[in-house]
């Protein structure tokens, strides 16, 4: 797919129209889940509308911080979404948030292409009433500097079409966490390294010190890697390409539950030589 012209920034939405497509999924970059993109997929098809929301369910303390939806509980249509609302919206049965990962068909261009329309009458409007007394409303004051191609996926697209039969919601059951924190990376890559365990467990490293380094818990070793044998590899722990392993040290010990494997760690494209004598052939 080619790249968006230079020096453009069309918002959380107008970027879309760059990549028109049978289906396109759309992923925030800062959420860690199982991305259950066939599951979505065949859940749209099966609803019709514009698109379909990852959702799950979280404590109402919790759902302030995140994308609030209600959805209908027997057709899954979205009714209503809130960006952020300062309070909780729907009760315990309903507590269900905006997961970040998105299904859209083609339609989706012309709601995006109708907000911009939208936006450059405003502007003209405006223009043309400049030297008129008029009242203006906090959500025009708020576009009033906004680029006409600039469109928002959750307040342009998302809050206007709920409750029109145009979006709705798939409910994942499997982990879902917002990575905004290093603390939450870590947390992150063991919930990826316990998904592994489950749906492909010949991925994940093993040893008990006899021949290979000690493994404890669930941890990844790329094939090219090169772990000494007197290595304790920690639970948690994600060994990159063309690394060389010497000793361990255990770090952020005093993050709660945080363990990683802090490696010394000679890149080989880099020190071939040393990497060479400590390890051997």
């Known amino acids: 797919l080619p790249p968006p012209p230079p020096h453009c920034h069309p918002g959380s939405s107008g970027g879309l129209t760059n990549y028109p497509s049978s289906h396109i999924f759309l992923l ?13 997929l065949e859940g749209h098809k099966s609803y019709g509308g514009l698109g ?68 450059k009458e405003r502007a003209t409007l405006r223009r043309e009433t400049k030297n008129r007394v008029g009242k203006f409303t906090i959500q025009n004051l708020i576009c009033k500097n906004l ?3 600039f469109v928002r996926l959750d307040q342009d697209i ?51 010190g006899s021949k290979n380094a000690t493994i404890s818990g669930d941890a990844y070793i790329h094939p090219s890697a090169k772990v ?17 392993v010497i000793f361990v040290l255990v770090l952020f010990s005093g993050i709660p539950n945080s363990w990683v494997c802090c490696a010394a760690i000679l890149q080989l494209m880099r020190v071939p030589n040393l990497a060479t004598r400590m390890l051997g052939d």
């Open 52 to 119: 379909t929301i990852s959702v799950n369910k979280v404590s109402p303390e919790l759902a302030s911080q995140f994308g609030e939806v209600v959805a209908d509980p027997v057709t899954n249509e979205l009714l209503h979404y809130t960006e952020k609302p300062e309070s909780f919206l729907c009760n315990n049965s309903d507590d269900r948030i905006n997961c970040g990962v998105y299904v859209f068909t083609p339609e989706i261009f012309t709601a995006i292409q109708g907000v911009s329309t939208q936006r």
């Open 147 to 149: 680029p006409t191609d």
């Open 158 to 208: 998302l809050s206007p079409l709920a409750g029109k039969k145009q979006f709705y919601v798939y409910e994942t059951m499997d982990f879902w966490e917002q990575i905004k924190t290093l603390g939450m990376s870590l947390k992150s890559s063991g919930l990826y390294l316990a998904h592994y365990r489950i749906i492909s467990p010949d991925l994940l490293a093993s040893g008990d």
């Open 28 to 40: 925030n970059c800062d959420v860690c889940c199982s991305f259950p993109l066939s599951e979505m």
């Open 228 to 244: 000494h044998p007197t290595a304790k590899v920690v639970p948690r722990s994600i060994i990159f390409r063309s690394s060389v």
